[in-house]
């Protein structure tokens, strides 16, 4: 009989969040215990994106069984703003915990970025005989630069993640254009690079009626909503959709942006939407409700912050095609949002940071029932056959065996410190 490989998967977020990288991290965990691996994670306590450790949890280590993969999960310091220096301290300790952890030792481990500092502290402690995999969903320094960061810390943070994804056996990135800049910019061999994309983690099931969800929230029939679903952090630049829905007050359009979620950002956008009318915030939802107030909007919305280009690719994407709605993006022409929904055919793009032009073609698909479902269409034929759960997570499980195989090869040797010894 065949002895189960051994992967450790270290992630600062797992379920029950339900946005952000939680999704995918938990449903590659999943995915690959029944695929007859062993797997185990270790993650933070739920925290985000309210930035507070959730109600019943927070001991300083805890172990639990989780829809069938072992879970430990570790306390670390969660700053109710999180920028600067308290943001990279929340990384650190975390990075710090799993230094110090102890558990069995793997046959691989997978990181995965976000976050980059957690990562990379984790790393100083695998040796190289045991098979280092870390999965990129966003690019720290290119983050750092496109949200204005100064140079002196872009560098730093530039030398850091070079350091981390030239030390790993592979690297698996999201986006070919993730790939490209690896290689071009921080030095990663392009063999030791691996693409494979993500999926949405939106479970297929029977939606409530359509109108009994709008009028849940209020929406009425003859009004386009303009739902963005998602973290409200500082790369999201969410003050275009305030000041576009500012323009449809004064135009007193048929309109309702709608912006749902949690993060950073959230109670000085409620501050600055004060008095619009046309805007509307709401907290972020479980996965069934989640779903329900996707297919119930007209128009589903992205906007990236002026300058932000590269840095990520929206995970919200894959569960706005799944939808079958419309995508509305506000972004940078050129960059790597704008090439995933030109690939899909699935939506309209404007300059980020004009809220004129958000507004407008906002109100051209309002107008246009038929291009709003042909372009919602494309975006569901485009995630069945491009961004679907089981080609990742098959991909992934080829990645990991072909590892371990080449590991045990060469010839494992004991880690350099705890992280991985056995307890």
Not at 49 to 63: F, I, K, L, M, Q
Not at 210 to 230: C, I, K, N, P, Y
Not at 246 to 260: G, K, S, T
Request: hydrophobic share 45%; glycine share 8%; net charge neutral.
């Amino acid at each position: 009989m065949t002895t189960p490989l051994r992967i450790s998967v270290l992630g600062l977020n797992y379920v029950p969040e339900h946005t952000g990288i939680a999704p995918y991290t938990s449903g590659l965990a999943m995915g690959l215990t029944q695929r007859d691996f062993s797997v185990h994670t270790f993650a933070a306590h739920p925290h985000y994106p309210d930035w507070a450790v959730s109600e019943g949890y927070g001991a300083w280590t805890s172990h639990e069984q989780l829809r069938g993969v072992p879970l430990t999960r570790f306390r670390h310091y969660v700053p109710s703003d999180p920028r600067g220096v308290r943001r990279l301290a929340s990384e650190i300790t975390f990075g710090l915990r799993l230094l110090f952890a102890s558990f069995d030792r793997p046959d691989v481990i997978l990181a995965v970025s976000p976050s980059l500092f957690s990562t990379a502290i984790a790393a100083m402690g695998i040796r190289r005989g045991t098979p280092f995999v870390v999965w990129v969903q966003d690019i720290y320094s290119l983050g750092v630069k496109e949200t204005g960061g100064s140079r002196a810390v872009a560098s730093i943070v530039e030398k850091v993640e070079s350091w981390l994804l030239r030390r790993a056996d592979r690297v698996v990135v999201i986006h070919e254009r993730f790939a490209d800049y690896l290689c071009a910019s921080l030095g990663v061999p392009r063999e030791r690079i691996e693409v494979i994309r993500n999926w949405t983690h939106l479970r297929e099931s029977a939606l409530p009626d359509r109108a009994a969800t709008r009028a849940q929230f209020g929406w009425s029939s003859d009004e386009t909503v303009v739902l963005h679903a998602g973290n409200m952090g500082v790369k999201q630049g969410l003050e275009n959709v305030i000041d576009a829905a500012r323009i449809a007050d004064e135009r007193a359009a048929r309109v309702r942006f709608v912006l749902m979620g949690n993060g950073s950002e959230r109670d000085s956008l409620a501050a600055l939407a004060m008095n619009v009318k046309r805007v509307e915030i709401i907290p972020s939802q479980e996965d069934e409700l989640f779903a329900a107030m996707l297919d119930a909007a007209d128009v589903l919305l992205v906007n990236e912050k002026p300058g932000v280009s590269g840095m990520a690719v929206p995970s919200k994407l894959t569960s706005y095609f799944s939808a079958a709605r419309p995508v509305l993006a506000a972004t940078d022409l050129g960059g790597t949002t704008a090439s995933e929904l030109n690939a899909a055919s699935a939506g309209v793009i404007v300059n980020a940071g004009e809220p004129e032009a958000l507004f407008e073609a906002a109100m051209e698909l309002a107008s246009d029932v038929e291009r709003r479902h042909h372009l919602g269409r494309n975006g569901r034929l485009y995630r069945e056959t491009v961004l679907t759960a089981e080609t990742a997570i098959e991909k992934f499980a080829t990645l990991l065996t072909r590892l371990s195989n080449a590991g045990a090869r060469r010839g494992k040797s004991s880690l350099k410190y705890p992280v991985g010894r056995a307890s």
